[in-house]
């Protein structure tokens, strides 16, 4: 049914895992051979036509794909301007295209023999696919999370819990993703013979961005074909959230070859450019080339090359580097970068939930505000498709606290009431 892999698949693999002057692997010599070994899997299972089936049955047995491509009629009457078709990734089995990448890895380590899956998380959102993806092969998984993203995002600690995860707080630097992320390749450095790490975005040393470019690629080989099926034709514009890149370069990859459809990437404006408080590399034109993380690409930092503190209402966007793919195809003009702020985002999702009782992940309504903001340039014949990367049940508290929502709040007191907080 699925056998022959799409030429887009392995569109992105770079030029020695070089972007441009973006990508690259700058890492310990320790960890060459974990990498090289995963570097021959990799180009062995991008020609693989049986893996490609196996991958692509498991995500339709057990994710639920193709997911399917939704005409927001409404929303397109609202505006009276482009037809508005949304790309459904909320859909995929734990509520967002992360598991496209979380099940391709698991099934590469499966092949190199590893009995083990480690993973690094900010939001939680990556520890949740990891684990579950786990559990499903048979293999055991250690999440690496900081201690101060632990407390605020607890429900996912728990859920990794109980799909069998073990969940190690980090306690020092920030407590956050970038304190996960060294503590993750420390375990690494020890344990590649028996495991395999499993990064949650395209980003990283190379071959990870060519990897999750690969997998995730299913988004937009299934969009092209549906946006043809329901418009003929291409879409004019296509939009998707940024945070490390991975759901945008999914949607992309497919429309790159075709130089009439505008790629659009939207960042997470936070409370706007003065503020500080964002985390828009691109879009801003803040972020500056630098070597951190194993990669060279895009970072917010200061004079001295320092990180600089991101912020986002969206965890997931939340992230100081982006892709190396996709600053070199900002760099080239092919991609094109917005931000929207908390604020634009509040209200997309709100107009959202009313006129097509669609619930976006907080993430994912980036791509709506960023789609709405430039909406007044469309004309009716216009075709736009917005990757809805995941579903916002899970934000429902930053979302009721963005909101005001007075309900929400009684019913949070009435709760912690009943266990004496
Ligand atoms: C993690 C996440 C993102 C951001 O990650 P990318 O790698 O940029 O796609 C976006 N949307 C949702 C729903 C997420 O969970």
Request: with cysteine; aromatic share 10%.
């Amino acid at each position: 049914m699925y056998s022959s892999i799409p030429a887009e698949a392995g569109l992105l693999s770079g030029d020695n895992g070089c972007y441009g002057s973006y990508g690259g692997s700058f890492i310990p010599e320790i960890l060459v051979p974990a990498f090289e070994e995963i570097t021959a899997c990799f180009e062995a299972v991008k020609h693989d036509e049986a893996f490609w089936q196996a991958y692509c049955s498991l995500l339709a047995d057990y994710s639920g794909r193709p997911t399917p491509l939704t005409y927001a009629d409404r929303l397109t009457e609202h505006f009276g301007r482009a037809r508005i078709y949304v790309k459904r990734e909320d859909l995929n089995h734990t509520g967002a295209h992360k598991l496209n990448n979380a099940l391709g890895q698991a099934m590469l380590a499966k092949r190199m023999g590893k009995t083990r899956l480690i993973a690094e998380t900010g939001a939680g959102q990556h520890g949740v696919a990891t684990a579950t993806v786990a559990a499903k092969l048979g293999l055991s998984a250690t999440i690496y999370m900081g201690r101060e993203d632990m407390e605020r995002q607890y429900a996912n600690v728990f859920w990794m819990r109980r799909l069998g995860a073990d969940v190690v707080p980090v306690d020092y630097g920030s407590r956050t993703l970038k304190d996960a992320i060294n503590e993750a390749l420390r375990d690494w450095v020890s344990s590649f013979e028996t495991t395999h790490y499993v990064l949650g975005t395209a980003s990283g040393a190379h071959p990870f961005p060519a990897i999750v470019a690969f997998f995730q690629s299913i988004i937009g080989i299934e969009a092209k074909e549906q946006v043809l099926g329901v418009a003929g034709r291409l879409p004019d514009r296509v939009y998707a959230c940024v945070g490390g890149g991975s759901n945008a370069i999914g949607v992309f990859q497919a429309f790159l070859p075709h130089d009439e459809v505008r790629l659009i990437g939207v960042e997470a404006g936070g409370q706007g450019k003065r503020s500080g408080r964002h985390a828009a590399r691109i879009a801003y034109g803040e972020g500056k080339p630098g070597v951190a993380q194993g990669y060279r690409t895009l970072f917010l930092q200061d004079g001295d090359g320092q990180m600089l503190d991101t912020y986002s209402i969206a965890a997931g966007l939340d992230y100081v580097g982006v892709s190396p793919i996709l600053a070199d195809l900002a760099e080239r003009k092919r991609v094109e970068f917005e931000a929207a702020t908390d604020d634009e985002v509040i209200e997309a999702l709100e107009l959202v939930m009313k006129t097509e009782g669609l619930i976006p992940a907080l993430e994912s309504t980036h791509a709506f505000a960023g789609a709405f903001k430039q909406i007044a340039d469309s004309s009716k014949s216009d075709v736009i498709v917005i990757n809805m990367s995941g579903r916002g049940d899970k934000d429902i508290f930053n979302v009721a606290e963005g909101l005001r929502d007075e309900g929400w709040t009684a019913f949070i007191q009435r709760k912690s009431g009943q266990y004496g907080g």
